[in-house]
């Protein structure tokens, strides 16, 4: 209860925000904000053109923000099963907001391959859960999930703006207001 009440103590200024790297925020402009820094992070992290799996989003006309939502609002029970999302859940509760930007880039990563068979944008999302679910296993999820290069100079929460959002479709009315996990 302590670490809430510092937190959101620290939220309340501008200079209290940037001491608070990894947080979940409550409010939705955060929230967006947050979507938005995993997306900056993704994109500063495959610079070297191994964004196929983006490639494949845009290629079927998949919208890849409507992904990274459902991967943080569900923190990533929609996609794995019951033991796995424990497990990340247990993780979560000890590193924060990094845990599941490193687990949502290791879903796509470790199921690269079947998403690319996915050629429409029908039923993405359950194909993608049914995989997931049932070929997820740990030990080779954690290696994706640590390859995940996390450079402090990618996340400034400060600097992230939900108009980038906002204009690419996700904002307002396509997040519900059960945007929290």
């Known amino acids: 209860m302590r670490m809430c009440e510092k937190s959101d103590s620290l939220f309340k200024t501008e200079e209290g925000i940037g001491k608070l790297r990894w947080y979940f925020t409550y409010e939705k402009p955060g929230y967006l904000k947050t979507i ?42 929609h996609f794995l099963s019951l033991p796995l999302a424990l497990e990340i859940l247990t993780s979560f509760l000890a590193g924060g907001i990094k845990v599941i930007f490193r687990y ?3 879903i796509m990563k470790y199921h690269k391959h079947f998403i690319k068979t996915i050629q429409t944008q029908d039923d993405f999302i359950e194909k993608l859960r049914t995989e997931a679910r049932a070929n997820t296993v740990l030990p080779k999820l954690l290696k994706f999930a640590f390859k995940y290069k996390i450079n402090p100079s990618q996340f400034d929460f400060k ?11 996700l904002g307002g009315a396509d997040i519900s207001n059960e945007y929290l996990p």
């Open 36 to 77: 938005s820094t995993f997306v900056k992070s993704y994109l500063n992290s495959t610079v070297r053109g191994k964004r196929s799996v983006l490639q494949h989003f845009k290629k079927i006309h998949f919208d890849f923000y409507k992904f990274i939502d459902l991967s943080f609002r569900s923190l990533l029970g």
């Open 159 to 169: 600097a992230a703006k939900i108009e980038d959002i906002q204009h690419k479709g």
């Open 104 to 106: 949502t880039y290791a």
